[in-house]
């Protein structure tokens, strides 16, 4: 399984609540088309913007994705939001460990020590990753700004400082 991860946030003077309800709108649509694919979608609000999480079956599906987002009854709710942005930048992720649980509300970004191997901090993310609606996300070929590494979790995981974690906590739209 696949996420597309999508950041932005709504321009300088942008009607908030008509943003929000945009992105709503336009995810509850994409949902009703079911693209080929398609797993499922949601848009997270964090203290400095937002993140539309988009669940793939595979990388042949972001390209049905990519039309069906901008075309059919979910071309006008697209629009708009896109209007009202000011900013945006995209990251792929590959669920790597635990289950995509689009309902999990807390976020920790954090890269892999130097050094240490991919097979190390698998073994140490694993007991963690196995909890129930926690799952470990990697940033696939580098597309996508840093850290590498994404864990989701139903309640707060506390990582070692050797990870530099960024915890957040995130609400769905």
Known sequence: MLAYVFSHRPASGADVPAYEDALRRFHTELAGSRPAGFVASTTYGFADGYSDWYLVENSAALDVLNEAAVSGTRAASHDLAARMAAWGSGKLLSL???????????????????????????????????????????????????????????????????????????RQI
Do not use: N
């Open 96 to 170: 790597a460990q635990g289950e995509a649980d689009l309902s999990a509300l807390h976020q920790t970004d954090f890269a892999k020590p130097a050094g240490m191997a991919y097979a190390e901090l698998y073994a140490m993310i694993e007991p963690l990753a196995a909890r129930t609606g926690a799952a470990l996300w990697r940033r696939m070929m580098v597309l996508g700004p840093p850290p590498e590494f994404c864990l989701v979790s139903r309640a707060p995981i506390e990582l070692p400082a050797e990870f530099a974690p960024t915890a957040r906590e995130r």
